[in-house]
């Protein structure tokens, strides 16, 4: 059974740092490109950027490219995602997502609340 | 960026009615390899989203038949025959074919 489950969420200041990460299990993890989609409280999806298979290719969104860096350990089968310099606009849900052309695999999520 | 536009923002139905999204995109999306990456989800109250369509008209393993998907171009359409209480919930459709990938505003799909 794939499962996805993020971590690593919480409390963090304006203008400061956090590391969300998700467990994969139940497939081949190093086979697959992986993706970090928010949703911040009471609006729509929001995609952050994807890592491919290997580490090696990393797409992101524009407005959160200086951001938000996406990493990947394939020996541990883990995908995180390192925020910084944090704003109120940063609150959300973050999920991790399994793409293999599409988003089959969802994790449940991990919330991130930016304030002081 | 590839907008994508949904609508209605709010659908009451009926149950048992027929219910139809739009979907339409500022371009074409259509990737290098030639298929158009264009996914519909539903996201029921409390949970991760759920994959229903992909590839404009290919339904998920699992999904229902009374789920449809159609449209090509800049315009594309999730149609639901039959709504059961089961489907309701927010509806988003998704570009994957040109970067930065984005996701539709969500249509919600209430009681009427």
């Known amino acids: 059974e794939v499962k996805l489950l993020e971590s690593g969420g919480g409390l963090v200041q304006p203008g400061g740092s956090l590391k969300l990460s998700c467990a994969a299990s139940?497939?081949?993890?190093?086979?697959?490109?992986m993706s970090w989609v928010r949703q911040a409280p009471g609006k729509g999806l929001e995609w952050i950027g994807e890592?491919?298979?290997?580490?090696?290719?990393?797409n992101y969104t524009p407005s959160l490219k200086d951001k938000f860096i996406i990493s990947r350990d394939n020996a541990k089968n883990t995908l995180n995602l390192q925020m910084s310099k944090v704003t109120s606009e940063d609150t959300a849900l973050y999920y991790c997502?399994?793409?293999?052309?599409?988003?089959?695999?969802w994790g449940q999520g991990t919330l991130v609340t930016v304030s002081a | 960026d590839v907008l994508m536009t949904q609508t209605p923002f709010s659908l009451p139905v009926s149950l048992g009615d027929q219910a139809s999204i739009s979907c339409r995109s500022s371009q074409s999306f259509v990737h290098s390899n030639g298929d158009t990456y264009l996914e519909w989800y539903l996201q029921k109250p409390g949970q991760s989203p759920k994959l229903l369509i992909y590839?404009?008209?290919n339904r998920f393993s699992g999904v229902p038949d009374r789920f449809s998907g159609s449209g090509s171009g800049t315009d594309f359409t999730l149609k639901i025959s039959r709504v059961e209480a089961e489907d309701l919930g927010v509806y988003y459709c998704?570009?994957?074919?040109?970067?930065?990938?984005?996701f539709g505003s969500g249509t919600k799909l209430e009681i009427k």
């Open positions: 997502a399994r793409r293999g052309v599409w988003f089959a695999y």
């Open positions: 139940g497939f081949d993890f190093s086979r697959y490109w």
């Open positions: 590839k404009v008209s």
């Open positions: 890592i491919n298979p290997d580490g090696t290719t990393i």
């Open positions: 998704f570009q994957g074919s040109h970067f930065p990938f984005t």
